[in-house]
């Protein structure tokens, strides 16, 4: 019998501890959903960046290797119409970079793809049934939420703000992720743009807590079993952790951002628009210094890397998206398996001190 304070995640889920490790797409793959599941948490597998094909083998990879539930994620955003005016000013405020660094500024600009829920990755869902499938910028058409759910696989969303909590509830999450200001990667805000409008960890989860009754998941600055503690005493039935995965050996992550996640400060993260066009929280580097973190130039979300592309091509560090969490200096040298074990295991040990 689990010892947990609030067990329902763990029911809801049919796993074994109430550790969700976070989808961070291009920095996970199946390995590291494997090795968590395997240890009892929940493993999450993002697809906005992969190809229907991509998917699929990651998938198979992925069944193969255990038996366990797991979590697919998926971004379900509306593409946006295109701007050629603004797609030409944001490349032209960049053009300085282009010169410096010795790239062909006449060149056709890359695009940047991030790819939202459809029709064909429903079936892939519907041939494959995870367990648990979960979205981020609210969830997808009904029709398309409706062929999921009779999958039998369990609807999780992000909500950063209660009104976006109780949304989700209404419209069928089972359970809710509460994305507090501090986490990394894009913001799952999707019911407002305004920025000020968002909640810090540590008031937004009562808060949603109170205001909706299916379970709460924490998210945002958790990366250690002090974290995971506090978030169940401010009544969540389980947290999400993203940012201390990527130290773990299974993280797919570029030798600058693994140099950036090991030597910044831990007040070098900011939120940006400038990599996607969509607020994300990362290790502030050159561009984001030289520009200003926010921009109203950069083209809608997922276009704005596009024109990016080819300086990071030549200097990562200082034209990359660097996605981390405001408690990414608490990160570990550990493997995925073993950090959802610690992170369970000593935190329950913490929260039973009280």
């Given at each position: 019998m689990s010892q947990w304070p609030d067990t329902r995640l763990i029911d809801l889920l049919g796993i074994e501890l109430p550790i969700i490790q976070g989808p961070m797409a291009g920095a996970t793959n199946s390995s590291m959903v494997i090795a968590v599941c395997n240890a009892g948490g929940l493993g999450s597998m993002p697809a906005a960046m992969l190809s229907i094909e991509q998917l699929r083998d990651e998938l198979k990879t992925i069944r193969q290797h255990t038996s366990k539930p797991f979590n697919v994620n998926f971004f379900c955003h509306q593409p946006p119409a295109a701007d050629e005016q603004r797609a030409r000013d944001w490349k032209n405020l960049l053009e300085?970079?282009?010169?410096?660094?010795?790239?062909?500024?006449?060149?056709?600009?890359?695009?940047?793809?991030?790819?939202?829920?459809?029709?064909?990755?429903?079936?892939?869902?519907?041939?494959?049934?995870?367990?648990v499938v979960s979205f981020h910028f609210g969830l997808p058409e009904k029709s398309l939420l409706d062929r999921v759910k009779a999958t039998g696989a369990k609807i999780l969303s992000s909500a950063t703000t209660v009104d976006e909590a109780v949304w989700l509830e209404q419209n069928g999450c089972d359970a809710i992720i509460a994305m507090g200001y501090e986490a990394g990667g894009h913001r799952g805000m999707f019911l407002s743009e305004d920025l000020s409008s968002q909640v810090g960890t540590f008031a937004l989860v009562p808060q949603v807590v109170d205001a909706v009754r299916v379970p709460v998941i924490a998210a945002g600055a958790i990366a250690d079993p002090r974290g995971v503690a506090a978030a169940f005493m401010l009544g969540a039935a389980g947290v999400q952790v993203g940012t201390a995965y990527l130290f773990t050996p299974?993280?797919?992550?570029s030798?600058?951002?693994?140099?950036?996640?090991?030597?910044?400060?831990?007040?070098?993260t900011a939120i940006t628009n400038l990599f996607t066009g969509r607020p994300a929280r990362g290790i502030l580097n050159r561009v984001m210094r030289e520009l200003g973190p926010m921009s109203d130039k950069a083209p809608a979300f997922p276009l704005a890397g596009g024109a990016l592309m080819p300086l990071r091509a030549k200097n990562e560090e200082q034209f990359a998206n660097l996605w981390a969490g405001q408690a990414f200096t608490l990160g570990k040298e550990l493997g995925c398996a073993e950090l959802t074990r610690q992170l369970a295991e000593e935190g329950l040990v913490r929260l039973q001190r009280h």
């Open positions: 300085p970079y282009y010169r410096e660094l010795g790239v062909d500024f006449d060149a056709p600009t890359p695009v940047s793809n991030r790819a939202p829920f459809d029709a064909a990755a429903c079936e892939v869902l519907e041939a494959f049934r995870p367990e299974e993280a797919k992550v030798a600058a951002h693994h140099r950036a996640l090991r030597t910044a400060k831990e007040s070098e």
